[in-house]
């Protein structure tokens, strides 16, 4: 009965909702105003949070409401939010509501991401064949990214905040980590520092690829969440295609320059492989720029820093450096290049100045 009554104690039922965020990169560009004008696919109107600036604002457009079987019983599963971003992005967000203990909710956690890995796939591929008239370069897809967040009720007793994060720690932080065995102290310790909460009856708990979130009230930090995952999915793809532009550049010789891009006036219709890098470099950061000031928090402290924390925890500033430092490449080459057809136009018009000279002088000498 002891040994019965322990393990009664330690599997303390919870309910709240598993949220899981992905992002599907399928195109260059996505016009926005094409699938409204031709009712592509299914829009509907959904008010931006106050913290995101109302302009450049994505599509969002409805998906069917499923059920998911989850063991023996059916829980209600819904994507709660699917968007078109017109840098050829979709974005969809999954709700799971669950009543379980965090031991017996890893196991299921770690099968319902796998589930809604390959749904995922399948609802972006549907909303890819809606949309693809109305997509620049259009592929499916390019990269994908996710991220999931783990909300749970505030429990009837009220325990605290700090409370909770001290009883039950060790299990949420296995648990971000979709970890079925106990981390080490280090590894916990270093999860729940990343801690941050509101009105002192709430917490989130903000990880690399997952976040916890101990409050009723939970839609507000979703966009963030939603936002950051972009992000990186943005940053990282911008990255790998740096990368191969600057392997192509060199591997295939495409720095030589024509010959006819020597001649004033006519080589500035050439399309240069440089002056595609540079507008590449232009298109990159015009986007980055965008997704990097579309959220205003002046005066929100709180959301302030709960948006530095994911930065930090997603390292978006690290794939921001990695991106910099590529771009620094590109306009280092654009400028040697640019210097070099300055000079060579030069001496072109230097020669041809000396031949008409000559050419005058000898016209003289015959006459």
Known sequence: ??????????????????????????????????????????????????????????????????????????????CISSKIYHFGVFSFCYRIPFQDSFEDLKPKLIDIKKTFDEKSLVDAHWAFKCIKPAVTQPHFFNLKNSYFAVQV?????????????????????SLLKLELYTLSDYQTDEILASTIGYYGQDLIIIDSEASFVYDDEYFEPLEFFESANIQKLELQYFDRLLDHRLNDFYGQKSYMVPWTAYIPLCGERIDLP??????????????????????????????????????????????????????????????????????????????????????????????
């Open 274 to 367: 440089i002056s595609r890098l540079a507008k590449l470099r232009v298109d990159i950061s015009v986007i980055t720029e965008r997704l990097e000031n579309s959220i205003k928090m002046a005066g929100e402290a709180y959301y302030v820093n709960l948006y530095a924390l994911l930065i930090r925890k997603m390292a978006l500033q690290e794939w921001r450096d990695s991106i910099n430092r590529k771009l620094a490449i590109f306009r280092d080459l654009y400028a040697v290049y640019q210097d070099r057809l300055d000079t060579i136009r030069e001496e072109v018009l230097t020669v041809v100045i000396i031949v008409l000279i000559a050419v005058e002088a000898l016209l003289a000498f015959i006459r």
């Open 1 to 78: 009965m002891n040994n019965d009554s322990v393990v009664t104690q330690t599997k303390d039922q919870f309910s709240g909702n598993i949220l899981l965020f992905y992002a599907f990169d399928v195109g260059d560009d996505i016009d926005l105003a094409h699938i409204q004008q031709k009712g592509l696919i299914d829009i509907c109107s959904v008010p931006l949070s106050t913290y995101f600036k109302n302009y450049h604002l994505p599509l969002s457009f409805r998906m069917p409401d499923e059920l998911i079987a989850d063991g023996q019983k059916t829980v209600e599963s819904r």
């Open 153 to 173: 009720y505030p429990t009837k007793d009220k325990v605290t905040p700090e409370e909770f994060k001290e009883r039950y720690g060790s299990k949420i932080a």
